[in-house]
């Protein structure tokens, strides 16, 4: 029965495959980013600085094309990031100031780059560089 089983998800997995990307040779960045994701044209890649207070700021909305993000403190601050409001410096992933980076994508969990992000500094004018990748 597992036979019957393995041998399905062969078949399937090679129906469902396309040709090209078995068997084409990427020579740019583009085209390897196109291929990892078995897409026809290349994802929408957006960057932006965001200046995050004590209290929760909402830093990226929800977003059922983005498959993959990163975040990264660029201040001087510890800033701390939830997928939830209630997010505080004791409970969020804390990123250390002058770069500590958090980088989520849909194949560890298909979810968790769709979703709302929200951050919180220890101090004011903290700053945070996000950057997010999205199927076109």
Not at 8 to 25: C, G, K, Y
Not at 114 to 135: F, I, N
């Amino acid at each position: 029965m597992l036979y019957n089983i393995l041998a399905a998800l062969i078949v399937t997995l090679a129906v469902t495959i396309p040709a090209n990307a078995q068997t084409s040779s990427p020579t740019q960045t583009s085209q390897i980013v196109q291929q990892l994701y078995l897409l026809q044209t290349a994802p929408l890649i957006a960057e932006t600085d965001v200046t995050v207070g004590t209290t929760p700021t909402l830093i990226l909305n929800r977003d059922g094309a983005r498959v993959e993000d990163v975040v990264s403190d660029t201040g001087t601050s510890n800033c701390a990031i939830r997928h939830d409001p209630g997010v505080s410096i004791t409970n969020g992933i804390l990123l250390g100031t002058g770069g500590g980076t958090l980088a989520e994508d849909f194949r560890g969990d298909l979810t968790i780059p769709t979703e709302q992000m929200w951050a919180v500094c220890g101090a004011s004018g903290g700053t945070l560089h996000l950057l997010s990748m999205d199927l076109q």
